[in-house]
Nanobody
Framework: QVRLVESGGGLVQAGDSVRLSCAAS????????VGWFRQHPGKEREFVAV???????YYAKSIWDRSAISRDNAKNTVFLQMNDLRAEDTAVYYC??????????????????WGQGTQVTVSS
């Protein structure tokens, strides 16, 4: 059983950067694909980025040029760096882990474990 805990969210100004962390406990975390999703108020959860291994990454088109996903397996942590934040980045950000996947990037149904989320609010 893998437990995921997100942190790093908060209230930021437009144009600022934020670094979200997803800390894992349990399981062989280094072998999982770890994704970030976000959910805007009143909308469905959407994909942001995913990482597998050291450098297998994939980003949503809405944020690929302003973000970077990375992982530190020694610390069982995955990071999502987001820069030049905009009001539309305001959302609850979730991380999730998948052991296997049917396609790349993994569809949401492939993720077995989800964190509780961290709120990012961008003030303009």
């Amino acid at each position: 059983q893998v437990r995921l805990v997100e942190s790093g969210g908060g209230l930021v100004q437009a144009g600022d950067s934020v670094r979200l962390s997803c800390a894992a406990s349990g399981g062989t975390f280094s072998t999982y694909a770890v994704g970030w999703f976000r959910q805007h108020p009143g909308k469905e959860r959407e994909f942001v980025a995913v990482i597998w291994g050291a450098d297998g990454t994939y980003y949503a088109k809405s944020i690929w040029d302003r973000s970077a996903i990375s992982r530190d397996n020694a610390k069982n942590t995955v990071f999502l760096q987001m820069n030049d934040l905009r009001a539309e980045d305001t959302a609850v950000y979730y991380c999730a882990a998948a052991r296997t996947w049917s396609s790349w990037p993994p569809p949401p149904a492939n993720y077995e474990y989800w964190g509780q989320g961290t709120q990012v609010t961008v003030s303009s």
